[in-house]
């Protein structure tokens, strides 16, 4: 739907009412003007069709049996004169349209029942959502108030940092490594110097 209907829409529609469906039996409360006086009666039904969304012509119909007689009525879903819509219980059901309860009667008008919570079918208008569901004020506001009342804090003092030392030109230098001794070279050079050794004159 065009922003432009959909705006002037709006303001033709309930920000909250009860989104009946298909099956469910309500109790529909309306008000009735009677001269100067004004009454409240209701309709208990089973809702047989639904009709046109949620926009400002959607419709619902509500059929009841009085007296062996079926009764019929159709019901605008934002009108004025609808004081509340109770939902009374649910049904499963697998058809848009239960013309066909116009037929039956009895038992075989039975339908599956469905548990309905109170209050459960209540919502928001989609269309009034972003309005209606406006986000809260954030509580960081009033803080930020009571921080310019109250002094600013002093800052806290800088630790000292010291200096690293110097490092000296020895300990830049890496350490040499301990020549290995190797048992064999000192096992040769022994041999070598007792065969270069000259006996004894007796």
């Known amino acids: 739907m065009p922003d432009l209907v959909q705006e002037i829409a709006a303001k033709y529609v309930k920000p909250k009412f009860t989104d009946v469906k298909v099956g469910d039996t309500v109790r529909v409360y309306t008000t009735v003007k009677e001269g100067s006086k004004t009454r409240s009666q209701f309709f208990e039904g089973l809702v047989i069709r639904r009709r046109a969304g949620v926009g400002p012509d959607a419709t619902f119909t509500v059929r009841r049996i009085a007296s062996g007689v079926g009764v019929e009525r159709v019901f605008p879903l934002h009108s004025p004169i609808i004081t509340d819509v109770q939902v009374i219980r649910g049904a499963k059901v697998r058809r848009a349209q239960l013309h066909y309860m116009r ?50 804090a002093k800052p806290a003092p800088k630790a000292e940092t010291k200096k690293p030392e110097a490092k000296t030109e020895d300990a830049k230098q890496p350490a040499k490594p301990e020549a290995k001794t190797d048992v064999r070279s000192q096992m040769s050079d022994v041999s070598k110097k007792s065969k270069d050794a000259k006996p004894e004159e007796k």
């Open 103 to 152: 037929e039956r009667s009895g038992k075989s008008a039975r339908l599956k029942e469905q548990p309905v919570k109170k209050g459960e079918r209540d919502v928001l208008h989609p269309w009034l959502n972003d309005t209606a569901a406006a986000p809260a004020p954030s509580k960081a506001a009033p803080a930020a108030s009571q921080s310019k009342e109250t002094p600013a």
